[in-house]
């Protein structure tokens, strides 16, 4: 261990602090990499050089840097991130999707705005992580309806939530911080409403960005599987029955068009052995009935087709001779937990070439049920159950994982594995919805923190089935865990070393003499940026008495400076370590650290300028 003069602690920091924010920006190592190298040089700084406490006790002792991945807001994220893993697979979130889709209509921008306003009105008054969490796939599901890449999406939703949380008290706990350390100061605390009004001004201008300028300056990225099973019109020929009790029974087809089936082209229908083509009219639906159709992987694979009470053949119970009609939804094989969809090619020389289905026996020999075939040669109109399969042929099959997986050996097949994806368990939603409201009900009426119940109601999602060990754990993003105790740790060794005390007190002195509206507004400024780089709970605890002191000095109003905090606080637009939604939809969008520079740093300046003209006028300086 080396003593060195105090400051040399706070000019290090900075120094390791500058380096991490250039290696995120450019990306020369794995985001997880450049957070513990951060972690780790902080160690070795404060380990070799300690920093000496008043009984000359290691300030920044190893116990104190790691204590951010023990943190309870780390564990809340990771938390909502099992439960709305959950929730996803539960199929909760469609209720809420088709609202939306159904009010939207075909109007992409309209559905759009309608789910970026809900996200901002329930952020004013439920903490905005789980907010985020709950529209996270409403957003994919639009981005596929619309074919977007969910990269146009992502970002902007998560400012909707940042900003709604800037119009109430209890919108954001940084809110609920400022109000404590007014207190403290001996200042009254602020009414419920206070700040609504200038809060509601400067949310309303940023969503007016985020929708008209936004989309401009966000990537149009997306993963290597969406290439495969994502918004694109990849179609495949299948084979749905009408089943008994189906809402399709009973209904035509004026015009030749489905209107229950929006995503679905019917090109025959098979009644006994009478074929209807097209345009359909005339047609009456009857139970029985085997709609040939070409549809893409995710209509065929959504909940339209299952509401609609379409089943595709071979059906378990049909290979046992069963006499019972086809399952409702919620039994095998729609709802049951732990269903897969893939895709299959045809392999050269496989057994399979010249057979049908039937011939093959598929089912019996994969235990998966083939829900289309795709082959780009030609059109096919005819029973999916009598074409005779090709080599290069794509079946697109469902089943337990652990049958998927088991394509991987069968030689007539090749398995396409970065197309397996897991469908929902609709039997479950109920029980994903009671633990979520329970969770999040208990925390807003105060009666156990939010740490407690949602870490709870993780386990319970577990415990109850919705959700298997390996499933939770998927749902954990190693990011999102390791920036998170990285942005702590820099962030407490800012504070024990005195430089965040030392900045801010530098831009009081350099602000002498400035009018109060340069001052409130440059004070804004400043902590806004610090927001991008150190915690915004951080920012809130450091600046509101430095803020109310200035405020003091000045001879105005305390209040105008906490309100700059509150605002200030909630501007991590420019980083996606400042806020915890900002880290939510990293990974969902596919962004990169520098994304959101781009999108995030106009948008902090348009809010300090509305800022700069609403809050000085609203408090009368």
């Not at 920091?13 to 924010?21: D, K, N, Q, W």
């Not at 400012?159 to 009254?188: E, F």
Request: with cysteine; glycine share 8%; charged share 10%.
């Amino acid at each position: 261990m080396v003593m060195v003069d105090p400051s040399f602690h706070m000019w290090a920091t900075f120094a390791v602090i500058v380096v991490t924010l250039v290696f995120y920006a450019t990306e020369k190592a794995p985001m997880e990499v450049i957070s513990m190298g951060a972690v780790a040089a902080l160690l070795l700084l404060f380990q070799i050089f300690p920093l000496p406490g008043p009984e000359q006790e290691n300030l920044l002792s190893p116990y104190r840097l790691l204590q951010g991945f023990a943190n309870p807001a780390l564990v809340t994220v990771l938390a909502l991130l099992v439960m709305g893993q959950g929730m996803a697979r539960a199929g909760l979130l469609d209720v809420v999707a088709r609202t939306v889709f159904r009010l939207g209509g075909e109007h992409r921008q309209a559905s759009v705005v309608l789910v970026l306003a809900v996200a901002m009105v329930v952020s004013a008054f439920l903490n905005n992580t789980p907010v985020v969490i709950m529209f996270i796939p409403i957003m994919q599901a639009l981005a596929t309806r619309f074919q977007q890449t969910p990269s146009k999406l992502m970002i902007p939703l998560s400012y909707a939530a940042i900003l709604g949380g800037m119009t109430t008290l209890v919108g954001s706990s940084t809110n609920l911080l400022v109000n404590s350390a007014m207190a403290a100061k001996g200042v009254t605390p602020f009414t419920f409403f206070e700040f609504t009004l200038p809060g509601t001004i400067l949310a309303v201008v940023g969503l007016v960005y985020v929708l008209v300028l936004a989309p401009y300056l966000l990537p149009s990225r997306s993963r290597l599987a969406d290439t495969w099973f994502g918004s694109g019109g990849r179609q495949f020929i299948a084979q749905l029955t009408v089943a008994p009790g189906s809402p399709l029974v009973g209904r035509g087809a004026p015009g030749g068009l489905f209107a229950s089936l929006p995503d679905v082209t019917v090109r025959m229908v098979l009644r006994e052995e009478d074929a209807i083509l097209p345009p359909f009219e005339g047609y009456v639906a009857e139970p029985g009935d085997v709609l040939v159709v070409a549809a893409t992987r995710k209509a065929l694979t959504g909940q339209t087709v299952r509401r609609q009470g379409l089943t595709p053949p071979e059906f378990p119970h049909k290979a046992r001779g069963a006499e019972k009609p086809p399952p409702n939804e919620g039994e095998t094989p729609w709802g049951e937990t732990g269903q897969v969809v893939a895709e299959v090619m045809v392999a050269p020389a496989s057994r399979f070439e010249g057979q049908t289905l039937r011939q093959i026996g598929f089912h019996h020999q994969t235990r998966c049920v083939v829900l289309g075939i795709q082959r780009r040669s030609r059109m096919i109109r005819t029973r999916m159950t009598d074409i005779r399969l090709e080599a290069g042929d794509v079946l697109l099959v469902q089943g337990q994982a652990a049958d998927v997986n088991a394509l991987k050996a069968n030689r007539d097949v090749v398995l396409i594995e970065w197309s397996a994806e897991e469908l929902p368990a609709s039997k479950d939603a109920p029980i994903a919805a009671g633990i979520f409201v329970l969770a999040i009900g208990l925390s807003a009426a105060g009666i156990l923190p939010l740490v407690v119940t949602t870490l709870a109601g993780a386990v319970a999602m577990v415990a109850l089935g919705v959700l298997n060990v390996r499933q939770a754990t998927r749902a954990v993003d190693p990011r999102i865990v390791t920036m998170i105790g990285a942005a702590l740790a820099l962030s407490l060794a800012l504070e024990a070393t005195g430089g965040a005390r030392y900045v801010a007190m530098t831009l009081i002195a350099a602000l002498e003499g400035a009018s109060p509206v340069v001052i409130l507004s440059v004070f804004f400024l400043f902590a806004a940026a610090m927001t991008n780089i150190i915690s915004n709970n951080a920012v809130a605890v450091l600046f509101t008495p430095i803020g109310i002191d200035m405020a003091f000095q000045l001879g105005l109003p305390p209040h105008a400076f906490a309100v700059a905090i509150v605002f200030a606080a909630s501007c991590a637009f420019a980083s996606p370590i400042g806020y915890q939604t900002n880290l939510l939809v990293l990974g969902p969008g596919h962004y990169r650290f520098i994304d959101f520079c781009k999108v995030g740093i106009p948008l902090l300046l348009l809010i300090w300028l509305v800022f700069t003209l609403v809050v000085p006028w609203w408090y009368g300086i």
